[in-house]
């Protein structure tokens, strides 16, 4: 066990000496270990802050770091021996933290620190986490009879493991796609990177000619850029049925997951007193009920319905009478939508990406966060999962105060999308031999853009940039915080709807030309991104906003409605609820071969579940925060108070007294109507 590096895990971990076969003996070793130190706590004649909460919170951090370790390398290198490993242990893991948050000893030593006099000496991060920790107990069970506990601990188990083989399906019907093409001809309008990109991807397999996968990069080069509308039907189909019964003859279908999923919410819900998993899941949120939730979107939607009508009648309209196509498709949105673009403002989305090498775009985004905050990225050399990654610590005024791995580029056996995860958090130790000592926190940020081509550097498009500033939004909300303890620090105890403010207020500064022309260099010429360009870019920013709008609202209706559902009976109607939404807000409807929400990680596998409104909610509160650096002359100094009052205090206080702290007043969903073209200046 001495040389089991998951046992040894310091402040950066040993990822290049991490075996599989450490895993297993790694976990069950610090959970015996952990099950002993509780029972210790629960054995002590007196409940105190630092004999209770304190203890079980180094406790509980070892187990969840190596986990969290695992987990993470479960994301972004899967092999077939680290998913074994990682699907048997699930069980074991998601068992141990049932114990402990069911614990009713450890409830009531908790209720007796809130009830005690020391409860009032204790400082207001402390006093908020002890709040949340009780709730937590009682949304965990700790309240219900032995049998139901059971009953509950069996269901989060399940859950879990349900979760995990949602995104592995999804991830293997995806990999298992391929197209090969010997022939540049049948790839026409395909641009030149991405031509590069097929090639090299046929080229690691040792074929000649042109691999196509559907990976999103490969994705996208296909739908915006192919004139082979036969490929782009084929590329489509193969992605809306992913992880579908209309696909690889149905190994990897999710519908049972999803049907699964939906009656262990319900049941979960029911146990714990609410009549849905909707409630449940609010219980936790700034949102207060699912109806506030539907009004909301729906109020949204409304506002956007008109536009994305207008935006899908020009589109529909461009294809017919300049392409062609008479018999609109969604396999020719994307196509006919470049060309549009491209037509109406005069430049490309390649053009645009010429002007951005993925490490100058990466000194930008350092070069922004020091504006506004004062910290700098420093790059250091450690241990790393895959060649590609990059580390840098952050430092500000002399002092280390958090640092970040970037994993930015697609591959096979890698979770598409985009999020961060934390490795570590702040806190500071206040007992034990670290008494007094500051942990500084560790974020992964994960990205999927199109990976660098041997001998050249990669370039980000726009959209990627944008999906760069978003994922360190949420690495800064982490690493920047103030907080000392670790249950409030960063995004810990953050209202879910409310974490996306960090991220999406980060992306508005993409829109700003000094910040773009400083990390942009032409691969040609190297010049900066001319004004001309970024002027087109600014009258293109709300290009089909309306119809992204819609689309958004679509897929949080979906959530909403099908967790809000509180009969066994109806839950396996989701395919219905998704058609009635899609009749109710969207301008484009998609075939009736259309299995979208079987690749739906979000809400069946990314904790999301009856919270996909909070991208559009937190989309209220950023573009109002980001409405602060509009009206002021002073970008340090407004940068100072949005990170003192929102990213400095994390969970301490909630959400809405944070925002109000910083903005002065409620929020208002007028800057987001104004920056989304619904609403004037």
Same mark, same amino acid.
């Given at each position: 066990?001495?040389?089991?590096?998951?046992?040894?895990?310091?402040?950066?971990?040993?990822?290049?000496?991490?075996?599989?076969?450490?895993?297993?003996?790694?976990?069950?070793?610090?959970?015996?270990?952990?099950?002993?130190?509780?029972?210790?706590?629960?054995?002590?004649?007196?409940?105190?802050?630092?004999?209770?909460?304190?203890?079980?919170?180094?406790?509980?951090?070892?187990?969840?770091?190596?986990?969290?370790?695992?987990?993470?390398?479960?994301?972004?290198?899967?092999?077939?021996?680290?998913?074994?490993?990682?699907?048997?242990?699930?069980?074991?893991?998601?068992?141990?933290?049932?114990?402990?948050?069911?614990?009713?000893?450890?409830?009531?030593?908790?209720?007796?620190?809130?009830?005690?006099?020391?409860?009032?000496?204790?400082?207001?991060?402390?006093?908020?986490?002890?709040?949340?920790?009780?709730?937590?107990?009682?949304?965990?069970?700790?309240?219900?009879?032995?049998?139901?506990?059971?009953?509950?601990?069996?269901?989060?188990?399940?859950?879990?493991?349900?979760?995990?083989?949602?995104?592995?399906?999804?991830?293997?019907?995806?990999?298992?796609?391929?197209?090969?093409?010997?022939?540049?001809?049948?790839?026409?309008?395909?641009?030149?990177?991405?031509?590069?990109?097929?090639?090299?991807?046929?080229? @690691?397999?040792?074929?000649?000619?042109?691999? !196509? $996968? /559907?990976?999103?990069? *490969?994705? &996208?080069?296909?739908?915006? #850029? =192919?004139?082979?509308?036969?490929?782009?039907?084929?590329?489509?189909?193969?992605?809306?049925?992913?992880?579908?019964?209309?696909?690889?003859?149905?190994?990897?279908?999710?519908? @049972?997951?999803?049907?699964?999923?939906?009656? !262990? $919410? /319900?049941?979960?819900? *029911?146990? &714990?007193?609410?009549?849905? #998993? =909707?409630?449940?899941?609010?219980?936790?949120?700034?949102?207060?009920?699912?109806?506030?939730?539907?009004?909301?979107?729906?109020?949204?939607?409304?506002?956007?319905?008109?536009? @994305?009508?207008?935006?899908?009648?020009?589109?529909?309209?461009?294809?017919?009478?300049?392409?062609?196509?008479?018999?609109?498709?969604?396999?020719?949105?994307?196509?006919?939508?470049?060309?549009?673009?491209?037509?109406?403002?005069?430049?490309?989305?390649?053009?645009?990406?010429?002007?951005?090498?993925?490490?100058?775009?990466?000194?930008?985004?350092?070069?922004?966060?020091?504006?506004?905050?004062?910290?700098?990225?420093?790059?250091?050399?450690?241990?790393?999962?895959?060649?590609?990654?990059?580390?840098?610590?952050?430092?500000?005024?002399?002092?280390?105060?958090?640092?970040?791995?970037?994993?930015?580029?697609?591959?096979?056996?890698?979770?598409?999308?985009?999020?961060?995860?934390?490795?570590?958090?702040?806190?500071?130790?206040?007992?034990?031999?670290?008494?007094?000592?500051?942990?500084?926190?560790?974020?992964?940020?994960?990205?999927?853009?199109?990976?660098?081509?041997?001998?050249?550097?990669?370039?980000?498009?726009?959209?990627?940039?944008?999906?760069?500033?978003?994922?360190?939004?949420?690495?800064?909300?982490?690493?920047?915080?103030?907080?000392?303890?670790?249950?409030?620090?960063?995004?810990?105890?953050?209202?879910?709807?409310?974490?996306?403010?960090?991220?999406?207020?980060?992306?508005?500064?993409?829109?700003?030309?000094?910040?773009?022309?400083?990390?942009?260099?032409?691969?040609?010429?190297?010049?900066?991104?001319?004004?001309?360009?970024?002027?087109?870019?600014?009258?293109?920013?709300?290009?089909?906003?309306?119809?992204?709008?819609?689309?958004?609202?679509?897929?949080?209706?979906?959530?909403?409605?099908?967790?809000?559902?509180?009969?066994?009976?109806?839950?396996?109607?989701?395919?219905?609820?998704?058609?009635?939404?899609?009749?109710?807000?969207?301008?484009?409807?998609?075939?009736?071969?259309?299995?979208?929400?079987?690749?739906?990680?979000?809400?069946?596998?990314?904790?999301?579940?009856?919270?996909?409104?909070?991208?559009?909610?937190?989309?209220?509160?950023?573009?109002?925060?980001?409405?602060?650096?509009?009206?002021?002359?002073?970008?340090?100094?407004?940068?100072?108070?949005?990170?003192?009052?929102?990213?400095?205090?994390?969970?301490?206080?909630?959400?809405?007294?944070?925002?109000?702290?910083?903005?002065?007043?409620?929020?208002?969903?007028?800057?987001?109507?104004?920056?989304?073209?619904?609403?004037?200046?």
């Amino acid at each position: 066990m001495n040389d089991n590096v998951l046992l040894q895990l310091g402040d950066e971990p040993a990822f290049d000496r991490i075996q599989t076969e450490h895993i297993k003996p790694a976990l069950q070793s610090a959970m015996q270990q952990a099950r002993e130190a509780v029972a210790a706590v629960k054995a002590q004649p007196q409940t105190t802050w630092l004999n209770t909460v304190e203890r079980l919170t180094d406790i509980t951090e070892r187990v969840g770091r190596i986990w969290g370790v695992v987990a993470h390398l479960n994301s972004v290198v899967d092999t077939p021996q680290l998913r074994a490993v990682y699907n048997e242990l699930m069980p074991e893991v998601t068992v141990f933290f049932s114990e402990i948050s069911q614990d009713i000893e450890l409830y009531e030593r908790f209720k007796a620190i809130k009830a005690s006099e020391a409860f009032a000496k204790l400082t207001p991060a402390q006093q908020t986490k002890l709040n949340h920790d009780l709730r937590d107990f009682v949304l965990s069970g700790a309240e219900l009879p032995p049998e139901q506990q059971a009953k509950l601990a069996a269901l989060q188990t399940e859950s879990a493991q349900l979760s995990a083989q949602f995104s592995q399906n999804v991830l293997d019907a995806t990999d298992a796609f391929a197209l090969y093409f010997d022939d540049a001809a049948e790839l026409a309008g395909i641009q030149e990177d991405a031509l590069a990109m097929f090639a090299a991807a046929a080229q @690691a397999e040792g074929k000649t000619g042109y691999k !196509i $996968g /559907l990976q999103m990069p *490969h994705y &996208l080069a296909v739908m915006q #850029y =192919a004139d082979n509308r036969a490929l782009r039907e084929q590329m489509y189909r193969a992605y809306v049925t992913r992880a579908s019964e209309l696909s690889n003859e149905g190994k990897f279908d999710n519908t @049972a997951n999803i049907d699964r999923c939906l009656e !262990i $919410g /319900l049941e979960t819900a *029911h146990l &714990l007193g609410f009549d849905n #998993y =909707a409630e449940l899941s609010l219980a936790t949120k700034m949102a207060d009920t699912p109806a506030q939730v539907l009004a909301f979107l729906r109020n949204l939607a409304a506002q956007a319905k008109p536009f @994305a009508e207008q935006d899908f009648a020009e589109v529909k309209a461009f294809a017919a009478d300049t392409l062609g196509i008479a018999d609109f498709q969604s396999w020719d949105l994307a196509y006919a939508g470049e060309k549009l673009r491209q037509a109406k403002y005069s430049f490309s989305e390649t053009e645009v990406k010429k002007y951005f090498p993925a490490g100058k775009v990466l000194a930008g985004l350092f070069a922004q966060i020091n504006r506004l905050y004062g910290v700098n990225f420093i790059e250091k050399t450690v241990p790393v999962w895959h060649k590609d990654v990059r580390y840098f610590e952050l430092e500000n005024g002399g002092a280390i105060i958090g640092g970040v791995y970037l994993d930015l580029y697609a591959r096979e056996g890698k979770r598409g999308g985009a999020w961060m995860n934390d490795y570590k958090g702040r806190r500071r130790f206040a007992d034990g031999e670290k008494a007094g000592q500051l942990q500084i926190p560790t974020a992964y940020l994960v990205c999927n853009f199109t990976p660098p081509l041997a001998g050249k550097e990669a370039r980000l498009s726009h959209d990627e940039i944008l999906t760069l500033f978003h994922e360190m939004g949420h690495g800064l909300h982490h690493l920047l915080t103030q907080e000392e303890e670790l249950g409030v620090s960063g995004i810990n105890g953050v209202e879910w709807d409310a974490v996306e403010l960090p991220s999406q207020f980060m992306e508005n500064f993409v829109w700003e030309y000094d910040v773009l022309a400083e990390m942009s260099a032409h691969e040609e010429t190297g010049a900066a991104l001319p004004q001309a360009l970024f002027d087109k870019m600014v009258a293109a920013k709300n290009f089909q906003r309306g119809m992204f709008m819609v689309r958004q609202m679509e897929f949080a209706l979906f959530d909403m409605l099908i967790y809000s559902e509180s009969d066994q009976g109806r839950l396996k109607n989701w395919a219905a609820v998704l058609d009635s939404v899609r009749q109710e807000v969207a301008v484009s409807i998609p075939p009736t071969y259309n299995r979208f929400a079987n690749s739906f990680g979000h809400i069946f596998a990314g904790g999301y579940s009856a919270g996909y409104y909070s991208y559009a909610w937190a989309e209220v509160l950023s573009a109002d925060a980001y409405a602060a650096f509009e009206e002021s002359d002073d970008v340090r100094a407004t940068g100072k108070r949005f990170w003192r009052e929102i990213l400095a205090v994390g969970g301490g206080r909630s959400a809405a007294e944070s925002f109000k702290a910083f903005r002065g007043r409620e929020p208002s969903i007028d800057a987001l109507l104004r920056h989304s073209g619904f609403k004037a200046a």
